[in-house]
């Protein structure tokens, strides 16, 4: 039987919210008030169909260039320097995980501006551990869809999905009701949804997560060793 496991980066395998906290000390460290980081960014933020648009440093540094006199270049290394560490924001059970599964079964499917998350994921040195690595900025249910190859799943392979966000859950389950769906509940976590009938399970880290995976995989071939009887 086949088995494919569908990850989340931001706050499921990446300490997002302690990245974004440095990145942005890191822009404040070159004379960048922190009010003026924080309203350009949250400018950027609104002008979006839904209300809110993936993250783009480059908008980000021309919104703070109309406000401040600032010397682009020097702004511009300090941050690629930042982004080049990324690889600590890793969550401590995260390469654990992957080594756990086979890497031809394992997959990213993360939300974002696709520059900017190439780069996240690049630096965080985590590609070597998956067979693909998909970044949308629409419906993540389109990045499965990617993976599946078609709008079914075949019935001889179990499908995880894991996010943080109980609304990808959702968008997921809705369209592939065979998907296992996990909501991963970090307490480093930047959001605090609630699970919801979309998301089969909650989990609060990797580690509970593989534990959960290996007792399905196991429950499994014990039904398919009992019908083989």
């Not at 979309?198 to 014990?222: Q, T, Y």
């Amino acid at each position: 039987m086949g088995m494919k496991i569908i990850l989340d980066f931001d706050d499921v395998i990446f300490n997002t919210r302690k990245f974004n906290s440095d990145y942005r000390r890191a822009f404040c460290a070159q004379g960048i008030p922190e009010d003026v980081f924080d309203e350009c960014y949250h400018q950027l933020s609104i002008r979006g169909r839904s209300g809110k648009k993936p993250y783009d440093p480059q908008k980000h540094l021309g919104e703070i260039k109309l406000r401040l006199p600032i010397d682009e270049k020097s702004v511009r290394r300090a941050i690629d320097a930042f982004l080049r560490g990324a690889d600590k924001y890793l969550f401590s059970d995260a390469v654990n995980f992957f080594k756990k599964f086979n890497k031809k079964d394992l997959y990213i499917v993360s939300y974002g501006m696709k520059g900017y998350q190439d780069i996240k994921i690049k630096h965080a040195r985590v590609q070597k551990y998956f067979k693909k690595v998909i970044i949308l900025d629409g419906f993540k249910s389109e990045g499965v869809k990617e993976i599946v190859g078609a709008d079914k799943i075949k019935k001889d392979e179990k499908f995880f999905f894991m996010d943080d966000r109980a609304e990808w859950a959702e968008d997921v389950k809705k369209r592939y009701p065979r998907v296992i769906t996990f909501l991963v509940k970090r307490r480093e976590g930047r959001y605090n949804d609630k699970k919801n009938r979309h998301c089969d399970f909650e989990v609060k880290n990797l580690k509970e997560a593989a534990k959960l995976i290996e007792k399905l995989e196991k429950s499994n071939k014990s039904e398919e060793g009992l019908c083989a009887e």
